[in-house]
């Protein structure tokens, strides 16, 4: 985005925080007036990417329906390289669902929109087991 497009930014957020908490079957999920500052106030050389990879990151995070400051880290969602950008924002999404649910991996998979035989497999492969 633009820089002086930054009031673009609001609509654009709650359009992919809809299209996140369907994927991730939480529909309902809103964002708080501080954090829709704080994405607003951000810079966002990744565009709508890192947009949508820091609304997707914040999402898992929140334990209710609305997201606030606390969830949105904007430090963690800019790799260094894109290759491996997906497969690092994968593990720090699968690590903060488990100790979000607890370490219960049922709910964790839940959380991630995911089976929980394809969460097995994502940890074995990663070596988070």
Do not use: C, F, H
């Not at 106030?41 to 949508?52: K, Q, V």
């Not at 800019?78 to 219960?104: C, F, Q, W, Y």
């Amino acid at each position: 985005m633009r820089p002086g497009r930054r009031v673009d930014i609001v609509p654009l957020a709650e359009q992919l925080l809809v299209e996140i908490a369907r994927s991730l079957g939480r529909p309902g999920l809103t964002l708080d007036p501080e954090a829709l500052s704080v994405l607003k106030a951000a810079r966002w050389p990744g565009n709508i990417r890192e947009l949508r990879n820091t609304l997707e990151r914040a999402a898992i995070l929140a334990d209710g329906p609305t997201i606030g400051t606390s969830e949105i880290r904007l430090d963690e969602v800019r790799p260094s390289t894109p290759e491996g950008s997906l497969v690092d924002m994968e593990k720090r999404a699968i690590a903060a669902a488990l100790e979000a649910s607890g370490g219960n991996r049922k709910r964790a998979a839940a959380r991630l929109g995911i089976g929980v035989r394809t969460l097995y497999e994502k940890l074995k492969r990663y070596g988070l087991s």
